[in-house]
T-cell receptor
Framework: NAGVTQTPKFQVLKTGQSMTLQCAQD?????MSWYRQDPGMGLRLIHY???????DQGEVPNGYNVSRSTTEDFPLRLLSAAPSQTSVYFC??????????????FGPGTRLTVL | SQQGEEDPQALSIQEGENATMNCSYK?????LQWYRQNSGRGLVHLIL?????REKHSGRLRVTLDTSKKSSSLLITASRAADTASYFC??????????FGKGITLSVRP
């Protein structure tokens, strides 16, 4: 099992550019989520999904879109990059029982810089 | 806003000593989880404790949960230099969101 994979590992964008951060998992997990990590802020939830076709907003969703067309993939789209979106982005997945979140398996992260 | 708040923010101990980290939260939870993050890496799950449990062990880790005080503690016994990392608590509620605290930086001196 590869677990949770994220691409790219590093990315530099100019303000206004758009891009997609890829996330894939091979554990057949229903629950997937995106977090951003900034110094001194811990991890903040951007968007999450409890299954294919179902997505919802987290704590900091503005400027980001997600879709979940398959169980395996959960891409995060930056619509028009801003310097405030410079961060490290983590994707995570877990089983989902409907009774709350379970043990999360994290990807290695994508370090994004917006100039 | 973040649910869990860890205390202290930073902790420095000698190898072989025990490290105790605390987490407090505000609203009711289904479970509380602890994660470790080594510098520049992703988070690794350590322990999940459910709201109807009071204590769990995993190797050198011991986690307690007091739902009446809305707090949890993570104890690492006989610490090693390799335990140097950031530690996060995360609370899972019925709203399907997992909310992380800002983390504790643990340094274990050889």
């Amino acid at each position: 099992n590869a677990g949770v994979t994220q691409t790219p590992k590093f990315q530099v964008l100019k303000t206004g550019q758009s891009m997609t951060l890829q996330c894939a998992q091979d554990m057949n997990h229903e629950y997937m989520s995106w977090y951003r990590q900034d110094p001194g802020m811990g991890l903040r939830l951007i968007h999450y999904s409890v299954g294919a076709g179902i997505t919802d907003q987290g704590e900091v969703p503005n400027g980001y879109n997600v879709s979940r067309s398959t169980t395996e993939d959960f891409p995060l789209r930056l619509l028009s990059a801003a310097p405030s979106q410079t961060s490290v982005y983590f994707c995570a997945s877990s089983t989902w029982t409907g009774l709350g979140t379970d043990t999360q398996y994290f990807g290695p992260g994508t370090r994004l810089t917006v100039l | 806003s973040q649910q869990g708040e860890e205390d202290p923010q930073a902790l420095s101990i000698q190898e072989g000593e025990n490290a105790t980290m605390n987490c407090s939260y505000k609203t009711s939870i289904n479970n509380l989880q602890w994660y470790r993050q080594n510098s520049g890496r992703g988070l690794v799950h350590l322990i999940l404790i459910r709201s109807n449990e009071r204590e769990k062990h995993s190797g050198r880790l011991r986690v307690t949960l007091d739902t009446s005080k809305k707090s949890s503690s993570l104890l690492i016994t006989a610490s090693r230099a390799a335990d140097t990392a950031s530690y996060f608590c995360a609370t899972g509620g019925a709203n399907s969101k997992l909310t992380f605290g800002k983390g504790i930086t643990l340094s274990v001196r050889p």
